[in-house]
């Protein structure tokens, strides 16, 4: 397999839908083997695995949820031993969350945390286990870890926390020669932005989504998965061998 990641072997955590699935495509398309995780999507995991192993390259796809830490270990494993090694890590799985002050429950709060934030920090420590020199690791932020939205600090805190992971992971890794960086999308058309679209609009603006997204940003749409996927794959990529411990904001220009 030719392209820049030819021989790289990629985990990517969510991989089967949304985001994760257009960073798995683009990975194995830059030429790495990749094994995509799923929680509750497994036919479209098996899906585009089944594609393109049969356009002659190697993907596979493991169960787990990432809000239990014992599976992302078995994660690692199993996709460290389905892929001979590990060279990058994507971690992707998330949930949106919205809910005002009185109504969020510590149960809430645990959940979005376990699977945003805590998931994230144990996807590190179990990938990095089968890391070398050139590892390299992209963790997920949103841009609204950088913008007020009515009843969205759960979910907001819970990837400012990941930017703040990826900072400080920085330097024990480095010395490993594994880089770390946090990628924060803006709106991107997936599953989730579907749903929770509305929610983005303060309820007291007479406006629908659409009409916010055009007025908000600079570029005045939103995001391709494609294009978040393709700066996963620079920063995992040799071009961004001096780049660690940042947050890219690909969120079109919000303001
Ligand atoms: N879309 C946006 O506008 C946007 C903007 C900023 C940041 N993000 C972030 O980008 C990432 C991907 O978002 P998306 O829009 O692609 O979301 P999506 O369409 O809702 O897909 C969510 C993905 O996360 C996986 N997932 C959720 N909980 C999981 C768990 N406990 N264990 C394993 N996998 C789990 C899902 O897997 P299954 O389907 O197998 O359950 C699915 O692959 C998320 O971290 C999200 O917060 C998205």
Same mark, same amino acid.
């Given at each position: 397999?030719?392209?820049?990641?030819?021989?790289?072997?990629?985990?990517? +955590?969510?991989?089967?839908?949304?985001?994760?699935?257009?960073?798995?495509?683009?990975?194995?398309?830059?030429?790495?083997?990749?094994?995509?995780?799923?929680?509750?999507?497994?036919?479209?995991?098996? %899906?585009?695995?089944?594609?393109? +192993?049969?356009?002659?390259?190697?993907?596979?796809?493991?169960?787990?949820?990432?809000?239990?830490? @014992? /599976?992302?270990?078995?994660?690692?494993?199993?996709?460290? &031993?389905?892929?001979?090694?590990?060279?990058?890590?994507?971690?992707?799985?998330?949930?949106?969350?919205?809910?005002?002050?009185?109504?969020?429950?510590?149960?809430?709060?645990?959940?979005?945390?376990?699977?945003?934030?805590? %998931?994230?920090?144990?996807?590190? /420590?179990?990938?990095?286990?089968?890391?070398?020199?050139?590892?390299?690791?992209?963790?997920?932020?949103?841009?609204? *870890?950088?913008?007020?939205?009515?009843?969205?600090?759960?979910?907001?805190?819970?990837?400012?926390?990941?930017?703040?992971?990826?900072?400080?992971?920085?330097? &024990?890794?480095?010395?490993?020669?594994?880089?770390?960086?946090?990628?924060?999308?803006?709106?991107?058309?997936?599953?989730?932005?579907? @749903?929770?679209?509305?929610?983005?609009?303060?309820? @007291?603006?007479? +406006? @629908?989504?659409?009409?916010?997204?055009?007025?908000?940003?600079?570029?005045?749409?939103?995001? /391709?998965?494609?294009?978040? *996927?393709?700066?996963?794959?620079?920063?995992?990529?040799?071009? %961004?061998?001096?780049?660690?411990?940042?947050?890219?904001? %690909?969120?079109?220009?919000?303001?």
């Amino acid at each position: 397999m030719s392209g820049r990641l030819a021989g790289r072997k990629a985990l990517v +955590t969510g991989g089967a839908r949304g985001i994760g699935a257009a960073v798995a495509r683009r990975l194995a398309d830059d030429g790495a083997d990749v094994a995509i995780n799923y929680r509750s999507s497994g036919d479209a995991a098996d %899906a585009l695995a089944a594609e393109f +192993t049969a356009d002659g390259r190697h993907m596979v796809a493991i169960k787990a949820d990432v809000g239990d830490p @014992d /599976q992302i270990r078995r994660l690692a494993d199993e996709a460290a &031993e389905a892929l001979g090694g590990l060279d990058i890590l994507v971690s992707n799985a998330g949930v949106e969350y919205f809910g005002s002050l009185a109504d969020v429950t510590p149960a809430d709060f645990d959940r979005v945390f376990a699977i945003n934030t805590r %998931a994230q920090f144990f996807a590190v /420590q179990n990938a990095a286990r089968y890391m070398g020199e050139g590892g390299r690791i992209v963790l997920t932020s949103s841009q609204s *870890a950088h913008k007020a939205v009515f009843h969205h600090a759960l979910y907001a805190s819970s990837k400012a926390a990941v930017e703040c992971m990826a900072l400080n992971l920085s330097p &024990e890794l480095g010395r490993r020669g594994i880089t770390i960086n946090a990628i924060a999308p803006g709106g991107t058309v997936t599953d989730m932005s579907a @749903d929770a679209a509305s929610r983005y609009v303060h309820p @007291d603006i007479d +406006t @629908d989504f659409n009409t916010l997204i055009r007025t908000s940003s600079s570029l005045g749409r939103m995001a /391709q998965p494609s294009e978040i *996927a393709a700066v996963v794959s620079f920063l995992v990529s040799d071009d %961004a061998s001096f780049i660690t411990g940042r947050t890219i904001q %690909a969120d079109g220009g919000w303001f």
